[in-house]
């Protein structure tokens, strides 16, 4: 009886805590929306790129990075590509269309009508109840030129990436992150803020106009929101006719950068460049291992 009484007790103590040893899956709570509590974006103009995800498996879900999944068509640009933001905002000088922060909801109308990946063409909306679900949210900022277009190398103005952790405060019936706070952007000719530049070539010859493909987010956060809140360096950039790019207002600090080689789709990475002044140059040649870059400071899966 002793015996089996310990037993007994053993299992059950190893059924409380299998619970525990499962990865961590998103947790709902019963909400109607979710909601980023983001003010002012200044200067200028322009959009506002949304990512959400939750944890699920022991890694991070974001739903609309993939177009299996059966509520794709509730991301907003998921007719026009594999990938998507949830929502896009969209911001001007004197107003934007968030006044009240950026809602995430727990169901959206079916943007994926025709595309070949869409799982549901004719869906007229999705009850997906993302808000429940929702951990995490990124928001990356587009600042607009004068022409009204994103132009990073045609521009003063630089972007940032926002990471909004977490949705602590519960009220009205949804779920609210801490106070992002006001939106200051970087500007050229602002202490601590820089500009990478150089010249792309292919077997010693000008690279043809956007044949390298630059995706740029600072590492570390040296800037913050009106609130406090922290906000890195983020901008998307090609290379012109002469070869030449320009990265645009950087936030001064250690970078990751991206490099595509859009012909052959060929991928670097490079971590740990430093922007600190406007006239940091970075040259790349297409045709050797790392773009011409040390492989130390380098991550290159065709070399």
């Not at 998103?26 to 103009?45: L, Q, W």
């Not at 090609?238 to 790019?245: A, L, P």
């Amino acid at each position: 009886m002793k015996c089996r009484s310990a037993s007994l007790i053993v299992a059950a103590l190893i059924c409380a805590l299998v619970p525990l040893l499962q990865p961590p899956q998103a947790m709902a709570v019963d909400v109607n929306f979710a909601n980023v509590r983001i003010g002012k974006v200044t200067p200028g103009s322009g959009h506002i790129g949304v990512d959400i995800w939750w944890p699920s498996g022991g890694s991070n879900y974001l739903p609309c990075q993939h177009s299996n999944d059966p509520y794709y068509g509730a991301c907003v640009l998921s007719n026009a590509a594999p990938t998507s933001y949830y929502k896009v905002g969209n911001y001007t000088s004197s107003s934007s269309n968030f006044p009240y922060g950026i809602f995430v909801d727990n169901q959206n109308q079916n943007y994926c009508t025709s595309a070949s990946w869409c799982t549901n063409k004719t869906a007229p909306s999705f009850n997906h109840g993302w808000a429940r679900l929702i951990s995490d949210a990124s928001l990356e900022v587009y600042p607009y030129d004068n022409l009204n277009q994103y132009n990073p190398s045609g521009n003063t103005i630089g972007g940032v990436r926002i990471q909004v952790t977490g949705f602590p405060l519960i009220a009205n019936g949804g779920r609210y992150s801490n106070n992002v706070g006001d939106v200051p952007l970087p500007q050229l000719g602002q202490a601590n803020v820089g500009r990478l530049n150089g010249f792309v070539t292919n077997n010693g010859s000008t690279a043809a106009n956007n044949r390298a493909y630059f995706e740029i987010f600072q590492r570390d956060s040296t800037r913050t929101t009106s609130s406090g809140y922290p906000m890195a360096g983020f901008t998307l950039v090609h290379n012109n006719s002469d070869g030449y790019y320009n990265t645009g207002a950087l936030p001064s600090g250690s970078y990751r950068i991206y490099v595509t080689d859009t012909q052959n789709n060929h991928k670097i990475i490079l971590d740990g460049i430093n922007v600190f002044s406007q006239y940091e140059r970075l040259d790349f040649k297409l045709e050797k291992p790392c773009f011409g870059f040390p492989s130390s400071g380098c991550t290159d899966p065709a070399s």
